[in-house]
């Protein structure tokens, strides 16, 4: 991923026209049917297992306010393998919702305001205590216009963790869609991308790309090549923080 500054508190940044291009994407491709486990599935779809079956959410729950949509994405997952990502889970809202840009929307806000403030007072935003540990600096935030609208928090952030947590929720995606499970060692390229390139790099997937929207708070588009693995993501938070997963099968040995 290339460097990103991790803005501790989010600010509003009033990006509403970034925000439109969204906002007709999820009016246009709601969810079109609930996604709940297979009773059909046998094995956990991250490592194989096929025991301690539990229901996963492949987007973490704690990134819906209450009362949470009723269209959520599940897959079957080991007891191991949740207790794994239950980790990884609040990791990553607490990176969606410290991030300036996604600031901008009112359900991050608000989440952040809710939950994130309290774990980083208590002490138990595993980012917080990282970011903490770090350099950083106070820079200008300003609008692609080049509104000065705050300052906000730069620090270096795990971007390899990131990634990692990126990459399952695809191979999460990739089963709840495919019924095949993407292995472990498949080699992903995960990067930040600007808001600004997001209806263009939607364009680029084309007509055949999949999709699924879930309000506000999360969507992915992708693309699937004939050779197996070989995939394209572009994954969207809250309408702001959007991200490409390219995936390539494993090396061969
Ligand atoms: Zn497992």
């Not at 491709?29 to 709940?36: D, S, Y």
């Not at 309290?118 to 300003?142: C, D, K, M, N, Y």
Request: hydrophobic share 40%.
């Amino acid at each position: 991923m290339p460097t990103q500054a991790a803005p501790l508190v989010p600010r509003p940044c009033h990006l509403t026209r970034l925000a439109a291009d969204f906002a007709s994407l999820a009016a246009e491709a709601p969810v079109r049917r609930p996604h709940t486990m297979s009773r059909k599935q046998s094995r956990c779809s991250y490592c194989g297992s096929e025991t301690r079956l539990t229901r996963d959410h492949v987007i973490p729950q704690n990134l819906f306010p209450k009362p949470r949509p009723a269209t959520v994405i599940t897959v079957g997952a080991c007891s191991p393998c949740q207790q794994l990502k239950a980790k990884d889970d609040q990791f990553l809202r607490d990176y969606l919702l410290m991030d300036a840009v996604a600031g901008n929307n009112p359900i991050a806000s608000d989440l952040y305001d809710r939950k994130v403030r309290r774990s980083i007072s208590r002490g138990s935003s595993e980012l917080a205590r990282h970011l903490q540990a770090q350099p950083f600096r106070r820079v200008p935030l300003v609008t692609p216009a080049g509104l000065y609208v705050d300052f906000v928090i730069e620090a270096p952030l795990p971007q390899d963790r990131v990634a990692a947590i990126l990459t399952r929720v695809v191979r999460g995606l990739y089963y709840s869609s495919r019924r095949n499970l993407m292995p472990a060692s498949v080699r992903s390229k995960v990067l930040r991308r600007s808001p600004a390139d997001f209806a263009s790099m939607l364009d680029a997937l084309g007509p055949n790309r999949r999709q699924r929207v879930m309000g506000a708070v999360f969507g992915c588009a992708f693309l699937e090549d004939p050779v197996p693995f070989r995939t394209i993501w572009l994954l969207w938070f809250f309408e702001s923080v959007v991200f490409t997963v390219e995936t390539e099968p494993p090396a061969a040995v």
